[in-house]
């Protein structure tokens, strides 16, 4: 075993399938999650497609006593990636004090218990959404971030402050903040992928669920941006592709490959794309049609944002490898799945 890793989210869409990655690298994994936005069921998924089934905590982040008996039961424990946050823009729109009560929480009560117990390395999940709508693309890590327009990514700057401040007092601690970009797909086995509560905001599960027939039709938000189509533009990121940045981000900590005690990367495809190029390769990768109509566009939309990958790509050695019909495919056979169950 290369070491164990506290995986706190790890039930969730993007933590389940680092989960599956962290085993297959040969690390030993430890799941906390409070179920608020997955379900148990996830622990099959990844025990069927690793024959692992990692230890979980069903506990809330914010608990600090909880913590503390997690750690102390759990001994040895060299890094965490910290997935667990409220993560629904509108929703925080809403809620602003759950949503910094929680997602800060979460991280300050993290933080202070990672040198209590050893811990030397934390993986963070930042967003593309600390940069605001670009002043030009694709965007590189150092473009100044702005104001944020939610309190959903507000949480997410202040989190970035939050461990550069830790990081700065001289915790012994090292951290990488990743700032991914549009995830999206599932795992190819379609054991784990996403599970919207509810309508979803998110425009892969609106889409596969119209595809399926639960939603009657797929509203493009706006086709009159200044972009080549009229569509916004975008850089969608497959999950599993998203989960192996988070290995190699933890390994480089780990075993001592860089001296920079916090370091940030975009992790992206370094293309652009636009929901309209989206819904056709959806067309085309899975030969299902998706009734769509063009409506307004949605207040608060990004026009246009794609990553420059370059940091991660160079210093990592990491690279978004799926093609964009791949993860169309996976997203829908991961709802196939879901009728499968009987669950969508
Ligand atoms: P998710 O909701 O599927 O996963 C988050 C998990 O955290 C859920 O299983 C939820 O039950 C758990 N959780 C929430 N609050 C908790 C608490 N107090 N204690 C314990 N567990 C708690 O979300 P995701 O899409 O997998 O996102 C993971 C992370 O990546 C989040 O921090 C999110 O903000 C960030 N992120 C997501 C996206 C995206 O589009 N999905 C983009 C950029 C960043
Ligand atoms: C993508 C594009 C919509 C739904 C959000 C968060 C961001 C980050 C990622 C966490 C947009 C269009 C969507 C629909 C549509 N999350 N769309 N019809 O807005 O880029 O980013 O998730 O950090 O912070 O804001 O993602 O999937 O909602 O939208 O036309 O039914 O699809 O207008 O152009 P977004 P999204």
């Given at each position: 075993m290369k070491g164990k890793i506290l995986v706190a989210g790890g039930m969730g869409f993007i933590g389940s399938h680092t989960t599956v990655e962290l085993i297959n690298a040969g690390y030993d994994v430890v799941i906390v999650d409070n179920l608020s936005n997955s379900n148990a069921d996830v622990l099959d998924g990844i025990e069927r497609i690793t024959g692992v089934r990692p230890a979980f905590y069903k506990a809330?982040?914010?608990?600090?006593?909880?913590?503390?008996?997690?750690?102390?039961?759990?001994?040895?424990?060299?890094?965490?990636?910290?997935?667990?946050?409220?993560?629904?823009?509108?929703?925080?729109?809403?809620?602003?004090?759950?949503?910094?009560?929680?997602?800060?929480?979460i991280l300050l009560n993290l933080l202070e218990l990672m040198p209590e117990f050893g811990v030397k390395g934390f993986v963070f999940s930042s967003?593309?959404?600390?940069?605001?709508?670009?002043d030009h693309n694709p965007i590189t890590e150092d473009a100044p971030t702005k104001k944020a327009t939610s309190p959903y990514g507000a949480t997410k700057q202040v989190s970035e402050d939050i461990i550069a401040d830790v990081i700065r007092s001289g915790s012994p601690i090292k951290a990488i903040l990743l700032r991914y970009f549009n995830p999206i797909g599932a795992h190819p086995?379609?054991?784990?992928?996403?599970?919207?509560?509810?309508?979803?905001?998110?425009?892969?599960?609106?889409l596969t669920q119209t595809a399926i027939g639960v939603r009657k039709e797929l509203s493009v938000f706006g086709n009159d941006y200044p972009t080549p189509?009229?569509?916004?533009?975008?850089?969608?990121?497959?999950?599993v592709d998203l989960a192996k940045?988070?290995?190699?981000?933890?390994?480089?900590?780990?075993?001592?490959?860089?001296?920079?005690?916090?370091?940030?990367?975009?992790?992206?495809?370094?293309?652009?794309?636009?929901?309209?190029?989206?819904?056709?390769?959806?067309?085309?990768?899975?030969?299902?049609?998706?009734?769509?109509k063009y409506v307004?566009?949605?207040?608060?939309?990004?026009?246009?944002?794609?990553?420059?990958?370059?940091?991660?790509?160079?210093?990592l050695?990491?690279?978004?490898?799926?093609?964009?019909?791949?993860?169309?495919?996976?997203?829908w056979k991961w709802q196939l799945k879901l009728r499968e169950r009987g669950i969508m």
């Open positions: 809330d982040c914010t608990d600090m006593a909880a913590m503390r008996a997690l750690f102390t039961a759990e001994k040895g424990i060299s890094g965490i990636i910290d997935f667990a946050a409220s993560k629904a823009v509108g929703e925080s729109m809403q809620k602003p004090i759950m949503y910094y009560r929680n997602n800060l929480n967003s593309c959404t600390v940069y605001g709508e670009p086995s379609a054991e784990i992928g996403e599970l919207p509560n509810g309508v979803p905001a998110n425009l892969v599960p609106y189509d009229g569509t916004c533009i975008r850089d969608f990121i497959n999950v940045a988070h290995v190699v981000a933890l390994a480089r900590m780990l075993e001592d490959k860089s001296d920079e005690a916090l370091e940030v990367f975009n992790i992206g495809t370094g293309d652009g794309v636009s929901v309209q190029q989206l819904l056709d390769a959806f067309e085309r990768a899975t030969g299902v049609k998706v009734p769509y307004d566009r949605r207040p608060g939309d990004i026009i246009q944002i794609w990553a420059d990958p370059k940091r991660a790509n160079e210093v050695g990491w690279k978004a490898e799926a093609t964009l019909d791949e993860t169309m495919l996976s997203a």
